[in-house]
């Protein structure tokens, strides 16, 4: 069965500091799809990131960076000289391609950035 | 704004009953998504829907159904009630499936279901 771990329940940081939240999965397929979703304050939920499992590059985007490593079954999410804006709710889900888009999502991390 | 509209925003209602949560993809979007969120039980996927025809499904109750009608808008139907269902409701939207370009998800701002 898949499962998804977020070992950090909230994490505080000072404005521009970095910060890596940690999300480690287990599945049993060799095809399947990571997500990254960011819910605010505001309580919308917002897509970040897709990446397959064929997959490994490590990814950039503005302040954010995406870290693919399958031998640790890990994909962990930095926010470089994090803002304020960044607070929030931030979840790591699994897909397995099964034919259809079964999620199972980590339990979340809370990152509160602090002025 | 992400172009996902979900219907009504909040919703109250007592135990045994049955409500109908509506969402509306993005124009263009073929795959429509349900997903409940709750203290509890944190986030969960219920189902998914593609150009009407469902592809998976969750962790969704017997008690729960859902359709996707051909103007691609999707229906979440909870019935009998309990307690336990309080939750915020999201809808998502795609283009596609997994494995292809636009795959990215698009939500809808939620609805909050409170049942007395």
Known sequence: AQKVTQAQTEISVVEKEDVTLDCVYETRDTTYYLFWYKQPPSGELVFLIRRNSFDEQNEISGRYSWNFQKSTSSFNFTITASQVVDSAVYFCALSEDNYGQNFVFGPGTRLSVLP | ?116
């Open chain 2, 1 to 116: 704004d992400s172009g996902v509209t979900q219907t009504p925003k909040h919703l109250i209602t007592a135990t045994g009953q049955r409500v109908t949560l509506r969402c509306s993809p993005r124009s263009g979007d073929l795959s429509v998504y349900w997903y409940q969120q709750s203290l509890d039980q944190g986030l969960q996927f219920l189902i998914h829907y593609y150009n009407g025809e469902e592809r998976a499904k969750g962790n969704i109750l017997e008690r729960f159904s859902a359709q996707q009608f051909p103007d691609l808008h999707s229906e979440l139907n909870l019935s009998s009630l309990e307690l336990g269902d309080s939750a915020l409701y999201f809808c998502a939207s795609s283009v596609g499936l997994a494995g292809g370009e636009g795959y990215e998800q698009y939500f809808g701002p939620g609805t909050r279901l409170t049942v007395t």
